[in-house]
C-alpha cells in the first residue's frame, strides 16, 4: 500500500519557466511533509517541508503548498534553472515529525531545458 | 563536517552469496538509517538505530537481512543469502539527537546488482 504518491514519473521544464511537482498522501496520520533532491550516484538531500497547520512555507525559489483537505502537497520552483534537473521525493512523517520515520514517494524526475 | 561514508560504492553478486555493507555516520548522530531504494521506487526504511540499539526493524527481512551497530557509531548491514529483489540501493542516513525528521543526512549509497 503506497501511503504516499508521485503520480508523475517525469517532468521537463524550460529554463526560467515554473516547475510544479505533485504529491498525494492517503493517511491521515501524517502532519509533516518534506521534498528530497537526489541527484545521481549521491544520497537524497533535504530541500524544504511544511507542517499540517501551515498550507504554504517559502524558501527562496522553493514553495510547498499543502491541501490537507485533498491530502495534496506540491513543491513549486520558480524560476526554473539546469541545476535543478534531478529526481524529487516527497516524503511524510507523522507526531510533527517526531517519530523520525520517514514514508517517501516514487520520486519524480525532473529535467530543466536551457 | 565530513558526511556519511558508504562502502563499498558498488556491488554485484550472485544470488544466493551474501554481501555487507558499511556505513559510518557523521561524528556526533546518535540515530542511524539504513533505507533500501529499489529503481523507480522511494527509499523505504529498513531499520533504525538510537545508539547501539534498534529503534524500529519492522520492515527489515530478518530470515536473510541483519544489521548491527556496535559501539553505537559504526554500521554494517548483511544480506544472507541475497535474492534478485535484493538488487537496490542502499543509504545510510543519520540524525543528530533531539534534532526534527529533515536533518538526516544520507550517504551517497551502495547500489547493489544481484545475477
Known amino acids: 500500500d503506497q501511503q504516499v504518491k508521485q503520480n508523475s514519473p517525469s517532468l521537463s521544464v524550460q529554463e526560467g519557466r515554473i516547475s510544479i511537482l505533485n504529491c498525494d498522501y492517503t493517511?491521515?496520520?501524517?502532519?509533516?511533509f518534506l521534498w528530497y533532491k537526489k541527484y545521481p550516484a549521491e544520497g537524497p538531500t533535504f530541500l524544504i517541508s511544511?507542517?499540517?497547520?501551515?498550507d504554504k512555507n517559502e524558501d527562496g525559489r522553493f514553495t510547498v503548498f499543502l491541501n490537507k483537505s485533498a491530502k495534496h502537497l506540491s513543491l513549486h520552483i520558480v524560476p526554473s534553472q539546469p541545476g535543478d534537473s534531478a529526481v524529487y521525493f516527497c516524503?511524510?512523517?507523522?507526531?510533527?515529525?517526531?517519530?523520525?520515520?520517514?514514508?517517501f514517494g516514487t520520486g519524480t524526475l525532473l529535467a530543466v531545458q536551457p | 563536517e565530513a558526511g556519511v561514508a558508504q562502502s563499498p560504492r558498488y556491488k554485484i553478486i550472485e544470488k544466493r552469496q551474501s554481501v555487507a555493507f558499511w556505513c559510518n555516520p557523521i561524528?556526533?548522530?546518535?540515530?542511524l538509517y539504513w533505507y533500501q531504494q529499489i529503481l523507480g521506487q522511494g527509499p523505504k526504511l529498513l531499520i533504525q538505530?538510537?545508539?547501539?540499539?534498534?529503534?524500529?526493524d519492522s520492515q527489515l527481512p530478518k530470515d536473510r537481512f541483519s544489521a548491527e551497530r556496535l559501539k553505537g557509531v559504526d554500521s554494517t548491514l548483511k544480506i544472507q543469502p541475497a535474492k534478485l529483489e535484493d538488487s537496490a540501493v542502499y543509504l545510510c542516513?543519520?540524525?543528530?539527537?533531539?534534532?526534527?525528521?529533515?536533518?538526516?543526512?544520507f550517504g551517497p549509497g551502495t547500489r547493489l546488482l544481484v545475477l
Open positions: 538505530f538510537q545508539n547501539n540499539g534498534v529503534v524500529d
Open positions: 511544511i507542517s499540517s497547520i501551515k
Open positions: 542516513a543519520s540524525r543528530k539527537e533531539g534534532r526534527g525528521v529533515e536533518t538526516q543526512y
Open positions: 561524528s556526533g548522530h546518535a540515530t
Open positions: 493517511n491521515s496520520m501524517f502532519d509533516y
Open positions: 516524503a511524510a512523517s507523522g507526531h510533527g515529525g517526531a517519530t523520525n520515520k520517514l514514508i
